[in-house]
């Protein structure tokens, strides 16, 4: 396991899982604290725009609240969230729930993202599914108001790590606080 997290991470040609590159789950209070921030910039009422004018106005989304959650594992092509990763999703919905008594309008907005491998029709439904799983296993699971969440696929548009190869920390999705941006 060693030499082939080592050869990966040279940029081998042995295609590891991503099992050996997990990053620490944020905690409930670092997500919480991240998404309850004040925007970086604020926006009058009267300029606030609609959910689908927000998801395609990547400067409006960059002012939003946020964190990139890297910590759960999606496989190559798949949108699944094993239930060992419920843990992890478990410290969202803590974070959320916390945010749903502080701020009754409180909305969420979950981003899929995949890495560049594969064709860029192929990624953007993969990120359109991960973003849907999350929700889902927030609502199912967890018992958050699916009204607060709302979900975007990005593809491989939105790269953390620019690579056309096969990048665990490119599959992830981002949380964004998006209230103070919408009607």
Partial sequence: MQRRLFLTLLGGA???PVVGFAQEAPT?????????????????????????????????RRQAPSIDIQAINFATGSADIPRSEYRKVQQI????EQLLRRRRAVRF??????????????????SECRAASLKMVLVREFGIPSRVLETVGYGEDYLLIPTERSEWRNRRVTLRRIDDFIR
Avoid at 52 to 58: L, Q, T, V
Avoid at 93 to 96: G, H, V
Avoid at 109 to 126: C, K, P, R, W
């Fill in 109 to 126: 907005l979950i981003e899929g993202h995949t890495d560049a491998v594969g064709s860029a029709n192929s990624n953007q439904v993969l």
């Fill in 93 to 96: 919905a803590r974070a959320m």
């Fill in 28 to 60: 409930e209070d670092m997500i919480m604290r991240r998404l309850d921030a004040a925007p970086q910039r604020q926006i009058a009422p009267r300029n606030r725009v609609t959910i689908d004018e927000f998801k395609r106005r990547p400067e409006l």
């Fill in 14 to 16: 042995i295609a590891s």
